[in-house]
């Protein structure tokens, strides 16, 4: 088991990408704090992974990552209960979709905290655990939006492209002290994010991905387990899109 005896930290785990990813990591060991702001259903995840009986365990952390929550008192709270922290997923993130010229301050203010500020707290806090213990892996979750920029989302595209820069920065500081940071670019992926969008929109992208299908949270939860276990250590500032082809 690659994770055994790992602390991992997962944004946005009550749901869709993070949901998949927390059971995948937890399948492989590792205890997994589940952040999210539905209490409800981070229940039902935890539920759900014992009944299962995987190796590993959830811990259920309610959090609201769209306002300046204290990110370093939740992060000391987790280091103080497990001694330590190995991996950090930053997958929590929202969309408020609309042409640039209709973009409300707000939309673009939310989208900004959620997807991005939430990410420098969380990388800056859980880092110094990580650089104390010589041993790190942060992976964020961009989207091909950051990588091809897409109509309607300059606020969402705007952060998931600010993700890879901070990332390669943070694996140039950290590289050292056997800390990594990567990127998972997923493209157009099965969950609640995209069931919003029109079946006719939907229909339209599908011959633009050489896969000819949107994905499943698993697959980029696979690709989220291997850059977060000890075989990805030479792996670092890089950014992988999982996305059927899309963005090549
Ligand atoms: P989703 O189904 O909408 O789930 C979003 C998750 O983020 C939920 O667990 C949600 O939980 C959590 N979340 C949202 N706002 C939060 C907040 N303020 N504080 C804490 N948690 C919050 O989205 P998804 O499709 O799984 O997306 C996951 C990540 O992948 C996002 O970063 C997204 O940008 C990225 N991505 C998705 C796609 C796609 O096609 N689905 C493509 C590219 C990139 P609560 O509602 O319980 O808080």
């Known amino acids: 088991m690659p994770l055994a005896n790992q602390i991992a930290i997962v944004t946005g785990a009550s749901r869709g990408i993070g949901r998949a990813i927390a059971l995948k990591l937890a399948s492989q060991s590792a205890t997994v704090v589940a952040v999210a702001r539905s209490q409800e259903r981070l229940a039902n995840l935890a539920q759900e992974a014992s009944q299962a009986k995987i190796s590993g365990t959830i811990v259920p952390r309610v959090l609201d990552l769209s306002q300046r929550v204290d990110v370093d008192a939740f992060v000391e709270q987790v280091a103080e209960e497990f001694n330590r922290i190995d991996i950090l997923v930053n997958n929590a993130g929202i969309t408020r979709d609309g042409l640039l010229l209709n973009m409300e301050d707000e939309d673009f203010e939310i989208v900004l905290t959620t997807n991005l500020r939430s990410v420098f707290w969380l990388t800056r806090s859980v880092s110094r655990y990580m650089v104390r213990g010589r041993y790190g892996r942060i992976v964020n979750i961009g989207s091909v939006s950051g990588i091809m920029g897409n109509p309607g989302q300059s606020n969402y595209a705007a952060t998931k492209a600010a993700l890879m820069g901070f990332s390669k920065t943070v694996a140039k500081e950290l590289a050292r002290r056997n800390v990594t940071c990567n ?16 079946d006719k929109y939907k229909e339209s992208l599908k011959p633009l991905i050489p896969c000819q299908k949107f994905g499943e949270p698993d697959d980029i939860a696979g690709a989220v387990a291997f850059l977060a276990s000890p075989a990805a250590g030479y792996i670092t500032g890089q950014t992988l899109a999982v996305d059927g082809g899309l963005s090549m």
């Open 183 to 198: 990127v998972v670019a997923p493209g157009f992926i099965a969950t609640d994010m995209t069931a919003v969008l029109p």
